[in-house]
């Protein structure tokens, strides 16, 4: 039974307790295993003890949702070499220490390459505009959450010394991967709340239709997560698989019509390489023809097609994919730390690994 010191930090304790309760008596005798895709969702999960208010048969795992941990080491490469040649790149600051295959861009900047720090697109406009004289180049990363944004940048004409490295990625084909891993059993999804605001739901559709697989796309407060949970449990407990939205205050049908019409005027959706998962077939977003020259890759002439992305004993790739727990590896919190990362999981604010560190869990 649940505690209520336990349903304390919640803003609603009794419907907390509601709902844990009910948790109960929907859960099967057997063990299921429910993923979410979103490093807000894991946050959420640890920092509030969800997995400690749920039925022993009832498991919770994190699949790659993080966008700096599927950053594939070669298009850090790229960046790190356009800074070592004098561009200055403008990223996010969960991007410095994201290791490449020899150099991160936290180690590019102290052999003096010029990376600056932003908090969106809009920032390194700015930057280009004021410094006219220097190249920079906007290192894009992240999922359809942040894609329009670059999108809207790129259509308003930005600077001529401003260019995109463009390293968007597309969630619904990861999702897809994993129902592919064959001892990789997922019994539904909770899908990510920002993602599908742009997105909406009908890219979800088809893992009910084609693989009988439940899916809640869910928001960010525990009660969200708990609801989405109950929900995949009674759909287990119905029998059926479907798609429903508990996000519905956020979340529409049709998604972000204005963000998925910027999306289809400036990219096209190509296969991508995904950090410890391989080349995605169709998904991630690259510049079209007529936006070429604002393509860092083409104005500059850089293109790494092979990196090195996980290094020696680490296994963020098993971790995104949620095939182990990040206490499973034997670097975690020992060599690999938030103070000295190995792997890409324990660098970023939404990577599994960090989460699990910095809210000691594991140990």
């Known amino acids: 039974m649940i505690s209520l010191k336990e349903l304390a930090a919640f803003r609603n304790p009794s419907l907390a307790k ?20 979103c490093g807000t ?8 003890g969800l997995r400690s208010l749920l039925p022993e048969t009832v498991e919770i795992i994190a699949g790659p949702g993080c966008p700096v941990c599927v950053l594939p080491a070669a298009e850090i490469d790229e960046a790190v ?13 969960d991007v410095l220490r994201v290791p490449g295959s020899n150099l991160s861009l936290a180690k590019a900047k102290a052999e003096g390459g010029d990376i600056r720090v932003v908090y969106g697109v ?21 999922f359809e959450t942040t894609s329009p944004t670059t999108a809207n940048e790129v259509l308003n004409e930005p600077p001529e010394n401003l260019s ?11 999702m897809e991967l994993l129902l592919g891993i064959g001892d990789l059993h997922i019994d539904g999804f909770i899908a990510p709340g920002h993602v599908s605001t742009i997105i909406g739901l009908k890219p979800y559709e088809v893992f009910p239709s084609a693989y009988y697989m439940p899916v809640v796309v ?22 059926v698989a479907k798609l429903e939205n508990e996000y519905s205050r956020v979340v529409k049908q049709e998604g972000n019509t204005k963000a998925l019409n910027l999306l289809r005027r400036v990219f096209n959706i190509v296969d991508g390489r995904w950090r410890g998962l ?16 604002w393509d860092a890759r083409e104005k500059h002439g850089v293109r790494i097609e092979k990196g090195r992305d996980i290094m020696p004993g680490c296994q963020c790739h098993l971790v995104m994919i949620g095939k182990i727990k990040p206490s499973e590896c034997s670097l975690f919190n020992v060599s690999c730390t938030p103070e000295s990362p190995k792997g890409p999981c324990m660098v970023s604010s939404e990577g599994t690994c960090r989460i699990w560190a910095k809210h000691n869990v594991g140990h």
């Open 81 to 93: 070499k356009l800074a070592l040649e004098g561009v200055t790149i403008a990223t996010f600051g």
């Open 218 to 239: 869910a928001g960010f407060e525990p009660l969200d997560l708990l609801f989405g949970l109950n929900a995949l449990l009674r759909q287990i407990k119905d029998g």
């Open 18 to 37: 509601q709902v844990t309760e009910r948790l109960q008596g929907l859960a099967p005798s057997y063990t299921v295993k429910f993923c979410h895709i």
């Open 278 to 293: 391989g080349r995605l077939p169709l998904s991630a977003f690259a510049l079209k023809k007529e936006f070429e020259e």
């Open 164 to 174: 995109f490295l463009i390293s968007h990625r597309l969630i619904p084909p990861a």
């Open 122 to 142: 809009s920032d390194a406009v700015r930057l280009a505009k004021a410094e006219p004289e220097k190249e920079f180049v906007f290192f894009a990363i992240g």
């Open 41 to 48: 969702h894991e946050w959420t999960v640890t920092h509030f």
